[in-house]
């Protein structure tokens, strides 16, 4: 029986480190045909980019003219925050005041049904100029480079393309270990769901929409309850049979200042409303996790048992703590592509050293706590305001 146990958690060990290496492995390859890539497109029509703003975050200057400075022909871009009291408000006004020709500023009020991030975007949606083909929606926090609009928008010269994504690259801010787990997380996260089309998700901040796509599917409707905006956009293009295209190029640097507290929670956050929206994605997801978690953890109970007790679980033990390479190999597969392609594409960023990949297996085990603590609750604090997710499309706020 348990040499059948034994020999079970081997196969289980293999084929968690085939599931946890294979898409790193294709996310590394996209990443460096990116990398090489000229994008020269003719597809450049009006858009319009809403930005959502909520306080003054790092790098908030150097943010916010990135985004006023893009290399695009016609576009406006409307900042929103709640109300005049959100200290990015005076601060924006002065950057509206310096481009008055692109950008606007206004205020959304207080959501009770949706997130505060979805309530702003929709308030922005309403000074949109009717011309406008293109809803491109961006975070405040993150550092855009020169050609980000272009190359985002390119696609979606495709009418078989419902939503066109980059994706986030946290950077450390103090190299303190919660901020490394969190670039590693993102790392993972990145893998996960970007390297094959099939399972590609949208990323808040970085998507571009075509206006006729969005109006289509009635977006409105559907964020007018939702507690995330990317979540429930791929979902409704999901659900229409429209594309995700995932455009490498559009990686977004963001200086993150975590806490382990304050990652945990995000991380809790972004799962439950993974679990939210695409349960069929959060449960192989979780396993996986268990899977890269737990075994190595196994693995060294049984190399102790070895050397205490019975020298023939060795063999077994020293299979199953290797497995914890995997995480290791595939987060340094992962970050050094995203640092040659932001190199290349002239946004260079401090480089993760080599130890700290050495911190993805216990990092697997945090990840895997953010996992059991998203599948245990339907609430959710963001921002100072708590919200209950009831479904894809009904959210409620109950405290602030």
């Not at 969005?214 to 939702?226: N, Q, T």
Request: contains cysteine; charged residues 20%; aromatic residues 10%.
């Amino acid at each position: 029986m348990l040499a059948g146990f034994l020999l079970l958690l081997v196969v289980v060990s293999c084929l968690g480190s085939y599931f946890l290496l294979r898409p790193a492995i294709r996310f590394r390859a996209r990443l460096r045909a990116a990398a090489l890539e000229e994008s020269e497109t003719a597809y450049s029509p009006k858009a319009t980019l809403i930005v959502p703003c909520k306080g003054i975050e790092l790098d908030f200057e150097r943010n916010v003219l990135a985004l006023l400075e893009q290399d695009y022909p016609d576009y406006t871009v409307i900042f929103v925050t709640a109300d005049q009291d959100d200290p990015a408000y005076s601060y924006l006004a002065r950057f509206v005041s310096r481009f008055p020709d692109r950008a606007r500023l206004t205020t959304a009020g207080l959501a009770s049904r949706r997130s505060q991030k979805v309530h702003n975007q929709l308030a922005a949606l309403q000074l949109a100029d009717k011309s406008s083909e293109i809803y491109v929606f961006v975070d405040s926090d993150g550092r855009l480079n020169r050609h980000f609009l272009k190359r985002l928008v390119a696609p979606l010269s495709d009418p078989a393309v419902g939503v066109t994504t980059g994706y986030r690259w946290f950077v450390p801010a103090h190299r303190r270990m919660s901020e490394i787990l969190a670039a590693l997380w993102a790392a993972m996260e990145d893998a996960s769901v970007l390297a094959d089309a099939q399972f590609a998700l949208p990323w808040g901040g970085a998507m571009a929409i075509r206006r006729q796509v969005f109006e289509s599917l009635d977006m409105a409707r559907v964020w007018s309850g939702a507690s995330t905006d990317d979540n429930a956009l791929g979902w409704a293009v999901r659900r229409a049979g429209l594309g995700i295209a995932f455009v490498p190029q559009c990686v977004v640097p963001s200086t993150e200042d975590y806490s382990l507290s304050q990652w945990m929670a995000f991380g809790a956050r972004q799962l439950l409303l993974l679990r939210v929206y695409f349960p069929e994605m959060w449960w192989p997801l979780f396993a996986l996790t268990a899977v890269s978690a737990l075994v190595p953890v196994a693995g060294l109970v049984l190399i102790v048992t070895a050397l205490i007790i019975n020298p023939a679980m060795l063999a077994i033990g020293l299979v199953l703590a290797a497995t914890a390479l995997g995480p290791v190999i595939s987060t340094a597969m992962v970050a050094r592509s995203t640092e040659r392609l932001l190199t290349a594409l002239g946004q260079p960023v401090a480089p993760l050293l080599w130890s700290d990949f050495l911190a993805a297996p216990p990092g697997a085990i945090f990840l895997l706590a953010q996992f059991v603590r998203s599948g245990l609750t339907r609430r959710v604090e963001w921002r100072g305001v708590t919200y209950e997710l009831l479904a894809p499309d009904k959210t409620v706020v109950k405290a602030r």
